[in-house]
């Protein structure tokens, strides 16, 4: 499974943007999806992850109430829609996939798949 995350850019504080995690050669809707990123000069950090039947999704405390994520099995794509952006959200922005929803939240180095990132700069 090849994994592609789009739909970054560069919007002001208080803007949204929705990122797109677009799956292609294999069985994507199997896997739960979870959303990192990594700003400059810091480690990488969990966001937000979803479980393959969209039953179950979870949130970093820094991201509760303004990101939302969701998936499109049909489609073989994850969204990460981004509300009240702040300064701080800016970083690259990765999706990947995992056999578990906990692996996803809690073991992000045992992904088996990694799509390259987007970058999204918000401004102040």
């Known amino acids: 499974v090849q994994l592609q995350a789009s739909g970054g850019g560069l919007v002001e504080a208080g803007g949204s943007l929705r990122l797109s995690c677009a799956a292609s050669?294999?069985?994507?809707?199997?896997?739960?999806t979870g959303w990192f990123r990594q700003a400059p000069g810091k480690e990488r950090e969990f966001v937000a992850a979803?479980?393959?039947?969209?039953?179950?999704?979870y949130y970093a405390d820094s991201v509760k109430g303004r990101f939302t994520v969701s998936r499109d099995n049909a489609k073989n794509t994850v969204y990460l829609q981004m509300n009240s952006l702040k300064p701080e959200d800016t970083a690259v922005y990765y999706c990947?996939?995992?056999?578990?929803?906990?692996?996803?939240?809690?073991?992000?180095?045992?992904?088996?798949?990694w799509g390259k990132g987007t970058l999204v700069t918000v401004s102040s």
């Open positions: 990947a996939a995992g056999q578990t929803l906990t692996l996803v939240t809690t073991a992000p180095q045992h992904m088996k798949y």
């Open positions: 050669g294999g069985t994507f809707s199997r896997y739960a």
């Open positions: 979803i479980s393959w039947n969209s039953g179950s999704t």
